[in-house]
């Protein structure tokens, strides 16, 4: 009866015998339990049941386990007073660390998100909630030392951890961990959205202003809204760590600070404003990078990518392109450069030269990463333009340099590049054309250094708060000589989402000159259709595709 049961697509209500799911009929009767299936969720399954307040989850095989235990058999989590329209709307459900989240569909707010602990029963939660009261009094009786944030999470996790298992040792382990995880996670700076944190399709997290709820956008679900809110007591109290951990200045004549934090070996990118430049509290976004990076097949894979533009891409930073990427915030622009930054050959000597530390440390490669002073800090002392400089005097094969944003920015990558440096960037316009316009009135780069480009890779995301971004357009600098000097001379659009194919031709005073080039890129194509088909790909298999190919 179950079986058929998983067959329909919209929420069933089960009648519940005596002795519950042992002896399930099927039968459906209001207010007992409902299964709820996730069509798009590779056949995750919920039974709901109000009377015990629990939820029992089969998870998929594909859906995202990150903690022990989570396996494709089910689990059950008590998850309090059920509302049953927020299960019966149910898009997506996940086991994310210690954590069940579920995202639902409200027809005024659009989909929503909460996040239950996974305990099993209430008196697993009436021992976190213990747990949660002896470890607030222990931390105010104590005098501790300042620790960085990742030691202070370990620290809280290995004594709830011990603590459960001197008092209650018939606890399981899976249980101690999570309850242990929990407590960590919630008494620190950024407790109430470290489920969020967790999640590797969580892509940026957003405050405006203190007390307004906090809201998402997720590489599934796009915009999602959370009942999460930060008050002003919260926010300050983050103001007062982001300060502390980054050595950075936030105060009234630095309003504003960036920095990143690593959480669980989770990378984020926080930025953070505060009156007078906040006038209306504290305003917070935090990145998240994933904990495993987009290589080109994900990008492939989830749309951003065609084979075409990725061939074109791997061609193109192979050969040491002078390669920027551009596009609107949020576009994806520094997913893109870490992915074409991993086909590479090891054998580069590569510099990275980073506000915010966003580049991958790669085994086997040779990299060397340079972090500068963000331009929101008001006395900087290690200067991004000036260090692009120095990588003259320090022979890189090639040039990592995050975000370019002021003329000076612009002008020490120009003058490298005319000295010979090779190099890629990203930098904020909406199209290739309005980047080449900002350069020349903004900041008043010449024509002749213009020809020293090479290509520019244009980033889409066609609504705000949608999942979906991808490579627009790619185009050449053309080059012209004049008095014996090389001159910008336009752009041509060797690539373009919107023709089928997207291949156009190579003009004949750009970079993409060589004869076989449509040659190639066809060859290029033919690998990593081949490759994308396996089941498994890595950094290897670009490294063999770029070295199978004469480029």
């Not at 069940?100 to 996974?118: E, N």
């Not at 070996?265 to 926080?270: A, H, N, P, Q, S």
């Not at 917070?284 to 084979?307: C, M, V």
């Given at each position: ?153 370990d620290t809280t996790r290995e004594w709830v951890n011990h603590r459960i298992s001197m008092a209650l040792p018939e606890v399981n382990i899976i249980t101690r961990e999570i309850i242990s995880e929990v407590v960590a996670n ?326 993409f000159v060589s004869s076989r080039f449509l040659e190639i890129i066809e060859k290029i194509v033919v690998k990593l259709k081949a490759v994308s088909e396996k089941d498994r790909y890595d950094q290897i298999s670009l490294s ?8």
């Amino acid at each position: 009866m179950l079986e058929s049961i998983m067959k329909r697509n919209e929420p069933v209500v089960i009648k519940c015998p005596n002795d519950k799911c042992n002896g399930c009929t099927g039968q459906p009767v209001l207010d007992q339990c409902i299964w709820v299936r996730l069509e798009d969720a590779d056949n995750t399954v919920a039974i709901v049941d109000p009377g015990r307040k629990i939820v029992h989850i089969k998870m998929g095989s594909d859906s995202p386990r990150t903690y022990k235990g989570a396996e494709t058999h089910w689990e059950s989590v008590f998850v309090g007073e059920l509302d049953l329209s927020i299960w019966i709307n149910a898009v997506g459900i996940f086991l994310i660390g210690p954590y069940l989240t579920l995202f639902f569909a409200s027809q005024d707010k659009g989909i929503r998100y909460a996040s239950f602990p996974r305990v099993k029963s209430i008196l697993e939660k009436s021992l976190l909630e213990q747990m949660n009261s002896e470890f607030l009094k222990r931390y105010r009786i104590e005098n501790h030392r300042r620790v960085i944030f990742q030691e202070r999470l370990d620290t809280t996790r290995e004594w709830v951890n011990h603590r459960i298992s001197m008092a209650l040792p018939e606890v399981n382990i899976i249980t101690r961990e999570i309850i242990s995880e929990v407590v960590a996670n919630e008494n620190n700076p950024l407790g109430k959205i470290m489920p969020l944190i967790l999640d590797d399709h969580v892509e940026e997290i957003y405050s405006d202003f203190p007390g307004d709820n906090v809201y998402f956008d997720h590489s599934i679900f796009g915009r999602v809204q959370t009942d999460v809110c930060l008050n002003k007591k919260e926010t300050a109290v983050l103001s007062t760590f982001l300060r502390a951990e980054s050595n950075l200045h936030l105060d009234r004549k630095s309003p504003s600070l960036k920095t990143e934090l690593l959480v669980y070996d989770i990378l984020l990118r926080v930025s953070i404003s505060i009156p007078p430049l906040s006038p209306d509290g504290a305003s917070i976004e935090i990145r998240r990078a994933r904990i495993r990076p987009f290589t080109i097949f994900d990008l492939i894979k989830n749309g951003t990518l065609t084979y075409e533009a990725a061939a074109v891409l791997i061609f193109s930073i192979n050969s040491r392109f002078n390669i920027t990427i551009t596009g609107e915030p949020g576009t994806g622009k520094t997913t893109l450069m870490n992915a074409l930054d991993f086909t590479t050959p090891n054998h580069w000597r590569k510099i990275y030269i980073e506000d915010a530390l966003e580049s991958r440390v790669v085994k086997n490669q040779h990299q060397i990463r340079f972090k500068v002073d963000p331009i929101e800090e008001k006395t900087r002392s290690i200067d991004k333009s000036i260090e692009i400089i120095k990588c003259l005097h320090r022979s890189p094969d090639y040039l990592i340099l995050g975000e370019i944003q002021t003329a000076d920015h612009s002008q020490a990558l120009f003058q490298s590049i005319s000295a010979g440096l090779r190099s890629i960037q990203t930098c904020h316009s909406g199209s290739p054309l309005s980047l080449i316009t900002r350069w020349v009135d903004e900041h008043n780069i010449s024509l002749a250094s213009l020809a020293l480009m090479d290509i520019i890779v244009s980033m889409k995301r066609p609504t705000p708060g949608d999942s979906r971004r991808y490579v627009n357009e790619i185009a050449e600098v053309c080059k012209k000589v004049d008095s014996g000097l090389m001159r910008y001379n336009g752009l041509n659009t060797i690539y373009t989402a919107v023709t089928p194919d997207g291949l156009g031709k190579p003009c004949e005073n750009g970079v993409f000159v060589s004869s076989r080039f449509l040659e190639i890129i066809e060859k290029i194509v033919v690998k990593l259709k081949a490759v994308s088909e396996k089941d498994r790909y890595d950094q290897i298999s670009l490294s063999k595709i770029v070295e199978s190919v004469n480029m």
